[in-house]
Antibody
Framework: EAQLVESGGDLVQPGGSLRLSCAAS????????MNWVRQAPGKGLEWVGQ????????WYADSVKGRFTISRDNTKNVLILQMTSLRVEDTAVYYC???????????WGQGTLVTVSS | EIVLTQSPATLSLSPGERATLSCRAS??????VAWYQQKAGQPPRLLIF???TRATGIPARFSGSGSGTDFTLTINSLEPDDSAIYYC?????FGQGTRLEIK
């Protein structure tokens, strides 16, 4: 069965950077778009961005555009979220999710917590 | 910009009853609407995709319907384990969620 495991969440100061990883297994990683979705404490879900199967297309939410970069390594089945210029409002649990059709996601990781605070 | 509005914000029902959750889009959208269930401390779980297709392993008590701007998630024969927050999604947009309490 498909499995997604995020890592890299940490406490970071405003203006800092962080790199999240999502290790995929149990399915053909290179055949799926992949999404990042976040959830601030006690709040709802917010789509962060997505990347095409071969990495040739990437789309981002306006709230992170220019600060976050999504990439993938299909040889290692790993999805990456590089976050820079972090703000307090970026504090959230970050989930990676397998996109199977127009952003609809059927498998989700357990999430990794990013806390931006001084 | 498309906005998804879910109602009600909170729904309190008893076991065995039926829950009707609404998701309204601010303009007509394609039927790529998904519904997710999220319990405390867990990631979202896909229930319905393409507005009305149940995901793998989802009981028939869960059903989705709708088109255009109005979409509905119906849960029949409620069980205590159905207590959760339910989100609708259309492409990159999520609704704000409906909290369902079964008491």
């Amino acid at each position: 069965e498909a499995q997604l495991v995020e890592s890299g969440g940490d406490l970071v100061q405003p203006g800092g950077s962080l790199r999240l990883s999502c290790a995929a297994s149990g399915f053909s990683f290179s055949s799926h778009w992949m999404n990042w979705v976040r959830q601030a404490p006690g709040k709802g879900l917010e789509w962060v961005g997505q990347i095409k199967e071969d990495g040739s297309e990437k789309w981002y939410a306006d709230s992170v555009k220019g600060r976050f970069t999504i990439s993938r390594d299909n040889t290692k089945n790993v999805l990456i979220l590089q976050m820079t210029s972090l703000r307090v409002e970026d504090t959230a649990v970050y989930y990676c999710a397998r996109d199977f059709k127009w952003v609809q996601s059927d498998y989700w990781g357990q999430g990794t917590l990013v806390t931006v605070s001084s | 910009e498309i906005v998804l509005t879910q109602s009600p914000a909170t729904l309190s029902l008893s076991p065995g009853e039926r829950a009707t959750l609404s998701c309204r889009a601010s303009q007509t959208v394609t039927s790529y609407v998904a519904w997710y269930q999220q319990k405390a401390g867990q990631p979202p779980r896909l229930l319905i995709f393409d507005a009305s297709t149940r995901a793998t392993g989802i009981p028939a008590r869960f059903s989705g319907s709708g088109s255009g701007t109005d979409f509905t998630l119906t849960i029949n024969s409620l069980e205590p384990d159905d207590s959760a927050i339910y989100y609708c999604q259309w492409r990159p947009k999520f609704g704000q969620g409906t909290r369902l309490e079964i008491k």
